[in-house]
């Protein structure tokens, strides 16, 4: 599969990371954009040979971009060459759907920009159009995509928290997967780990605390 498809075949992620930013200050689309973004960068960066699934190495990547959004006050930041030819990729793809009613290939895309695919697509992902959100119905209208709830939604939240839960320091960690994923008591966890269950309870606070922190 290339890397263009690869994109392709994994948009659900990037809704599905949008969405936990829903209603958080910032446009949907500006959300979808960013994340797009991650999307390529995983797909480039991606080493099948690591034994990793695509997934599990791009929700961490899409969700930073996302957050980099915020930090950034809301704009996702192109480099100078990638804003030109998303500007270019733009403008060939609404000419050829006003011309043939119909959506730009990729590859025909690729070769009017003078790029190899996974460029083009990078191209259509920065210009916020990725294999266009837009349908037509029977009666000829146009509308636009809504992202609903899909099954990656319950992926990227075991992802991003598996991601917190190993930045944590290794004792942090130790509690959370005896409480957590073992279900031992806050005594047994105490037992374990050779303190009192009054420290467990106060530490077990901070660790939660810290890890809504890194959620966002």
Same mark, same amino acid.
């Given at each position: 599969m290339?890397?263009?498809?690869?994109?392709e075949s994994?948009l659900?992620?990037?809704? %599905?990371? %949008?969405a936990?930013?829903?209603g958080?200050?910032?446009e949907?689309?500006?959300?979808?954009a960013?994340g797009?973004?991650g999307?390529?960068?995983?797909?480039?960066?991606?080493?099948p040979?690591r034994?990793? /699934?695509?997934?599990?190495y %791009?929700?961490?990547?899409?969700?930073g971009?996302?957050?980099?959004l915020?930090?950034?006050?809301?704009?996702v930041k192109?480099?100078?060459?990638?804003?030109?030819?998303?500007?270019?990729?733009?403008?060939i793809a609404e000419?050829?759907?006003r011309?043939?009613?119909a959506?730009?290939?990729?590859e025909?895309?690729a070769?009017?920009?003078?790029?190899?695919?996974?460029?083009a697509q990078e191209?259509l992902n920065?210009?916020?159009?990725?294999?266009?959100?837009?349908y037509e119905?029977?009666?000829?209208?146009?509308?636009?995509?809504?992202?609903? *709830?899909?099954?990656?939604?319950a992926?990227?939240d075991?992802?991003?928290?598996?991601?917190?839960?190993?930045a944590? *320091?290794q004792?942090?960690?130790?509690l959370?997967e005896?409480?957590?994923f073992?279900?031992?008591?806050?005594?047994?966890?105490? /037992?374990?780990?050779?303190?009192?269950?009054?420290?467990?309870?106060?530490r077990e /606070? /901070?660790?939660?605390?810290?890890?809504?922190?890194?959620?966002?």
């Amino acid at each position: 599969m290339t890397k263009a498809e690869l994109v392709e075949s994994n948009l659900g992620l990037v809704h %599905a990371c %949008a969405a936990r930013f829903r209603g958080k200050g910032i446009e949907y689309d500006d959300l979808y954009a960013a994340g797009c973004l991650g999307l390529t960068m995983a797909v480039g960066r991606f080493e099948p040979e690591r034994g990793l /699934k695509l997934s599990t190495y %791009a929700v961490p990547v899409i969700l930073g971009e996302i957050r980099r959004l915020f930090r950034e006050g809301g704009t996702v930041k192109l480099s100078r060459p990638l804003q030109e030819r998303s500007v270019k990729a733009r403008r060939i793809a609404e000419a050829y759907r006003r011309e043939h009613n119909a959506e730009i290939r990729i590859e025909e895309l690729a070769d009017r920009l003078g790029t190899d695919v996974y460029a083009a697509q990078e191209a259509l992902n920065a210009a916020q159009s990725t294999l266009s959100l837009s349908y037509e119905g029977d009666d000829g209208r146009r509308g636009v995509d809504v992202p609903v *709830p899909s099954p990656e939604e319950a992926l990227t939240d075991r992802l991003s928290l598996r991601e917190a839960i190993g930045a944590l *320091p290794q004792e942090d960690r130790r509690l959370i997967e005896l409480r957590y994923f073992r279900h031992k008591t806050q005594s047994d966890t105490a /037992k374990r780990l050779g303190t009192t269950q009054v420290q467990i309870s106060r530490r077990e /606070k /901070k660790i939660l605390l810290k890890l809504r922190g890194m959620l966002g």
